[in-house]
């Protein structure tokens, strides 16, 4: 039997397909219910303030790269947005003299338009703000070489093989509202998968590729990075795939409250927890993945209460 229509896009999956109850259960959350859903595999963490929430963001890269030896290379996968951790990375690395020529780099996605991934004079260029925001920072004689930094590109080969022979101990991520990681979006409705969404057990198999973008995914970019103009955001991404993150060794994701409202921040804690994995919430997938860690500023995580503005 066929689910119902997104009350969002009708030709795409989204969480609005789910099954009335979830919806119900994730917005009866309360703070102190959201920290209760912890069980093995999936671990739940509050940040009292957005300067332990960015810095404890932060370390997770500091905490990978001093891992990393010429003969056991490291690396973490990281994201644009949030982006506030990055600068914080540099003056670390900076502070501490670490040497990280080692270690590595996987960005998480980019912008794909015209054939090709987003130049880097592109206003929205994800491999842009990570070298300015984070590695043109760090000291010449302290940072990784090129070879060693990962970006998608639209050949996708090279990017795929950069995970054979480097460890991933962490790879970070937002979730957007469409309750994606990366840009890992739901799945138009159409062809097989006009009446159910594609399995879990199918979706994981995709990996690093081009992606058409959910409408609520290129107007929330809209609204985070383009000051609302629709018209300057691509409607298709590389991403980074299930296959790679199934092989960081963690899969740490970061809420502040900017990006995802509170009701999605609930909804897939609690599918998480629950292991509800549904490909019409994306996220929802890593509920079969042995290591999760949700952190939450926890002044961001508002409430699911009616409020007319």
């Not at 990393?68 to 994201?79: A, H, Q």
């Not at 010449?140 to 070879?147: E, G, I």
């Not at 060794?249 to 409202?261: L, P, T």
Request: aromatic share 10%.
């Amino acid at each position: 039997m066929s689910r119902r229509l997104s009350a969002i896009a009708p030709d795409w999956w989204d969480y609005t397909t789910l099954d009335e109850e979830i919806i119900r259960a994730a917005a009866r959350l309360t703070p102190e219910k959201m920290l209760r859903l912890a069980r093995p595999g999936f671990k739940v963490v509050f940040y009292d303030t957005l300067e332990s929430f960015y810095l404890a963001e932060a370390l997770e890269y500091i905490d990978a790269w001093r891992q990393s030896t010429d003969d056991n290379p490291v690396g973490i996968c990281g994201p644009i947005g949030p982006t506030e951790q990055l600068p914080l990375v540099a003056q670390i690395v900076n502070t501490l003299d670490l040497d990280i020529r080692s270690a590595h780099f996987w960005g998480m996605d980019e912008w794909y338009l015209d054939g090709r991934e987003a130049p880097l004079d592109h206003p929205l260029s994800f491999e842009r703000a990570d070298r300015a925001l984070c590695f043109d920072r760090i000291r010449k004689n302290l940072r990784m070489p090129d070879a060693h930094l990962h970006f998608p590109k639209a050949d996708t080969a090279p990017y795929r093989r950069s995970w054979d022979g480097v460890r991933c101990a962490v790879m970070q991520g937002g979730q957007g509202d469409v309750k994606h990681w990366a840009f890992n979006d739901p799945p138009r409705r159409r062809g097989k998968y006009k009446d159910q969404p594609p399995s879990p057990a199918e979706y994981r198999k995709l990996a690093t590729r081009v992606v058409d973008l959910h409408p609520l995914t290129v107007a929330q970019n809209a609204r985070t990075s383009g000051g609302g103009n629709i018209a300057l955001v691509p409607t298709q991404a590389l991403s980074v795939g299930p296959v790679e993150t199934w092989k960081a060794e963690k899969v740490s994701i970061w809420h502040a409250g900017n990006h995802d409202n509170p009701f999605g921040q609930r909804l897939t804690a609690f599918m998480i927890a629950e292991r509800i994995a549904d490909a019409a919430v994306p996220m929802s997938l890593l509920a079969d993945h042995p290591n999760v860690q949700f952190n939450y500023y926890r002044r961001g995580i508002g409430t699911c209460d009616v409020e007319m503005h």
